[in-house]
């Protein structure tokens, strides 16, 4: 099993910063993807941002050029520094990665583990 626990959250002003990590543990062979998704209140989950393990990156329109998505392989840890924040970003944060276990010698097939989400609120 992996588990991903998210830090970073809170209440800023609009035009403010804020910076996310989520870190990944357990019984990890290898991580491939990362991302941030995020859910506003009546509205779907969506896909914000994410990087593959070689370090490539795409983003949801909405926050291109004010997020941006990195990871530290080393640690199992995505960031996501979110600057110029808008009212409209406010949503509860979801931390997810793709990742092959392992159980004594086997490698368990890649699946999606989700962290527990943290709460962004930006004010206006």
């Known amino acids: 099993q992996v588990q991903l626990v998210e830090s970073g959250g809170g209440l800023v002003q609009a035009g403010g910063s804020l910076r996310l990590s989520c870190a990944a543990s357990g019984n990890i062979f290898s991580i491939n993807a990362m991302g941030w998704y995020r859910q506003a209140p009546g509205k779907q989950r969506e896909l914000v941002a994410a990087?593959?393990?070689?370090?490539?990156?795409n983003y949801v329109d909405s926050v291109k050029g004010r997020f941006t998505i990195s990871r530290d392989n080393a640690k199992n840890t995505v960031y996501l520094q979110m600057n110029s924040l808008k009212p409209e970003d406010t949503a509860v944060y979801y931390c997810?990665?793709?990742?092959?276990?392992?159980?004594?010698?086997?490698?368990?097939?890649?699946?999606?583990?989700w962290g527990q989400g943290t709460q962004v609120t930006v004010s206006s």
């Open positions: 990087i593959t393990s070689g370090g490539s990156t």
């Open positions: 997810t990665c793709t990742a092959q276990g392992v159980q004594g010698i086997l490698r368990t097939t890649p699946k999606d583990y």
